[in-house]
């Protein structure tokens, strides 16, 4: 095991490869309660609310692939969504002018916990406190703002360490980051 806990996040551009870090992490025996996921509101409204799923299902490439044997399928998407729909939750200002930052899981918590003040300074304060370097804050809430989606976990032991970071990379996720916490 790892003495100090390690939190592993990468940011992801592309919503499918979000989907499948989350995926790769429930199959790693990772709870839905223990992954972290960041996005933008008008991402979650637009890719993760109840009435764009049917569109997803429908006439993604993602169905098209799951249809012919593909590694992801809609039941990836459908759990990303569901940890967004009604984990826990919390909206917090920071990421551009009128646009929130969607943050669901254990990470939400720790925000909330944190006080009215901590959400106040926004994400970058937020993901500072956290331990994720100013510049790589930064960058994680330009590709935010953008539609991209920030995933992590606090890893639980050594291997499973170097494991996400590996398939992070693998699926093109970018500024991997492994900070305390």
Same mark, same amino acid.
């Given at each position: ?63 098209? +692939? %799951?249809?012919? @044997? #593909? !590694?992801? &399928?809609?039941? $990836? /998407?459908?759990? =990303?969504?569901?940890?967004? *729909? ?30 009215? +003040? %901590?959400?106040? @300074? #926004? !994400?970058? &304060?937020?993901? $500072? /406190?956290?331990? =994720?370097?100013?510049?790589? *804050? ?31 990379? %693998?699926?093109? @996720? ?8």
């Amino acid at each position: 095991m790892t003495e100090t806990r390690q939190m592993v996040t990468a940011v992801f551009r592309n919503r499918v490869n979000a989907e499948r870090a989350f995926d790769l992490l429930h199959n790693m025996g990772y709870t839905a309660d223990e992954i972290n996921v960041l996005m933008a509101e008008k991402t979650r409204t637009t890719y993760y609310s109840g009435e764009n799923e049917e569109r997803f299902e429908t006439s993604s490439h993602v169905a098209e +692939g %799951a249809a012919i @044997g #593909g !590694a992801v &399928g809609t039941a $990836v /998407g459908a759990t =990303i969504a569901a940890v967004v *729909a009604i984990g826990t939750t919390l909206v917090i200002p920071g990421i551009g002018a009128g646009v929130g930052l969607v943050v669901a899981g254990p990470i939400a918590a720790a925000f909330a916990g944190g006080g009215a +003040g %901590a959400v106040a @300074g #926004g !994400a970058i &304060g937020a993901l $500072v /406190g956290l331990g =994720i370097s100013e510049p790589n *804050a930064k960058a994680y809430e330009a590709v935010l703002r953008d539609g991209g989606v920030v995933v992590g976990v606090v890893a639980r032991n050594d291997d499973d360490l170097a494991r996400i970071q590996k398939d992070f990379k %693998a699926l093109k @996720g970018e500024n991997v980051v492994v900070c305390s916490c």
